[in-house]
């Protein structure tokens, strides 16, 4: 008679209640945005866009977290090799200490040095300058979206609104269309 040679284990079921699987957070599974610079596209035309590291220390991290992080106002710096952001607001982490960190010191972004060199040579050209668009999480780290842009005029903003308006009119007529169509 030959022998059994594998063995089936069934798994026991677990006693007591399951315990409920809390959703994660959005903004720190990277699915949302932590901090958006809505501004940026009405006051500069945004021409290439650069994805960057933060260097950040932890509560600042937890804050962006919580969304208290704010990129209005800020602005990107390039300055012996090495780029900067500056005037990014994040508040105060809400279950800091003392060592809580300062609300808008210039972060150090972690790029290679052939994109650094890249930004140097587009933000030298009249008028062109660095942007940050958005901060948000990938792989549990802080990045931020950086726009090499130029400054619009009040003219340029009214015709960027125009057209905007425009569009918005020829979709409403399409979709008003098909709906007297029967679609």
Not at 67 to 82: H, P, T, V, W
Not at 175 to 180: F, I
Request: charged content about 35%.
């Amino acid at each position: 008679m030959a022998r059994q040679t594998s063995h089936v284990i069934v798994p026991q079921e677990k006693a007591g209640p399951q315990k409920a699987v809390r959703p994660r957070d959005p903004v720190a599974s990277g699915e949302r945005d932590a901090a958006h610079n809505r501004a940026a596209s009405h006051n500069y035309f945004l021409l290439d866009k650069f994805e960057a590291g933060v260097a950040l220390r932890g509560t600042e991290v937890k804050s962006i977290r919580e969304g208290k992080a704010n990129l209005r106002d800020s602005y990107g710096l390039i300055k012996d090799g090495e780029a900067f952001l500056l005037n990014v607001h994040i508040g105060p982490y809400s279950h800091g200490n003392i060592a809580n960190h300062d609300e808008t010191r210039t972060r150090k972004l972690l790029l290679h040095k052939e994109e650094v060199r890249k930004l140097l040579t587009k933000t030298q050209i009249k008028g062109h300058t660095l942007i940050p668009t958005r901060l948000y999480f990938r792989n549990g780290r802080v990045k931020c979206e950086l726009a090499v842009a130029k400054g619009k005029q009040d003219w340029d903003k009214r015709e960027t609104e125009r057209t905007r308006e425009a569009d918005r009119e020829a979709r409403a007529a399409i979709n008003a269309s098909k709906h007297r169509m029967g679609r």
